[in-house]
T-cell receptor, first 110, second 114 residues
């Protein structure tokens, strides 16, 4: 069974700080997706990483896929209150199914 | 373009009652997924369909849960009889079925079984 462990589970920081969220597994994934979920809504895709070692940037968000395609990280620079939400990583193992981590609940205080 | 549409948004009912959740996927998407989200277990895949055919139902908790997709634009998830431990947010998602494509989620149904 493929599992994705996310850490930390909860993170509360002040506006302007930097943070990193981790997503780890013992399994290899063909791709990894990061989603953000706000209260009362479904998850929304932020990015998909496919190649080992790949780095993608989305404004102040930087996503990295591990060389062995077993882990990923999300770094946010100068966090803003609008970044508040639940961040989920999801691995694709070769079929359409995604394996989701339990998420990191981020709160950015003004 | 309309996204994935789920109904109802909220459902409160007494244990033992039948519950039916509904989902309309994005037009043109041929894969549909049902998930359940709780604080303890996170987002769990219950079942998914491709071209209206159930492909993997290994996540369905027990026989009280059933899902159907009678056509490309409609799916239901039914719980009968419902139990308090079924309380959760249930999401439907659809995708084009191509590799590395995102899953598009509805806004979920918050189900409370009293």
């Amino acid at each position: 069974t493929q599992l994705l462990e996310q850490s930390p589970q909860f993170l509360s920081i002040q506006e302007g700080e930097n943070l990193t969220v981790y997503c780890n597994s013992s399994s290899v994934f063909s791709s990894l997706q990061w989603y953000r979920q706000e209260p009362g809504e479904g998850p929304v895709l932020l990015v998909t990483v496919v190649t080992g070692g790949e780095v993608k940037k989305l404004k102040r968000l930087t996503f990295q896929f591990g060389d062995a395609r077993k882990d990923s990280s999300l770094h946010i620079t100068a966090a803003q209150p609008g970044d508040t939400g639940l961040y989920l990583c999801a691995g694709e193992g070769g079929s359409e199914k995604l394996v989701f981590g339990k998420g990191t609940k981020l709160t950015v205080n003004p | 373009d309309a996204g994935v549409i789920q109904s109802p948004r909220h459902e409160v009912t007494e244990m033992g009652q039948e519950v039916t959740l509904r989902c309309k996927p994005i037009s043109g998407h041929n894969s549909l997924f049902w998930y359940r989200q709780t604080m303890m277990r996170g987002l769990e895949l219950l079942i998914y369909f491709n071209n209206n055919v159930p492909i993997d139902d290994s996540g369905m908790p027990e026989d009280r849960f059933s899902a159907k997709m009678p056509n490309a634009s409609f799916s239901t998830l039914k719980i009968q009889p419902s139990e308090p431990r079924d309380s959760a947010v249930y999401f439907c998602a659809s995708t084009s079925g191509l590799r590395n494509q995102p899953q598009h989620f509805g806004d979920g149904t918050r189900l409370s079984i009293l």
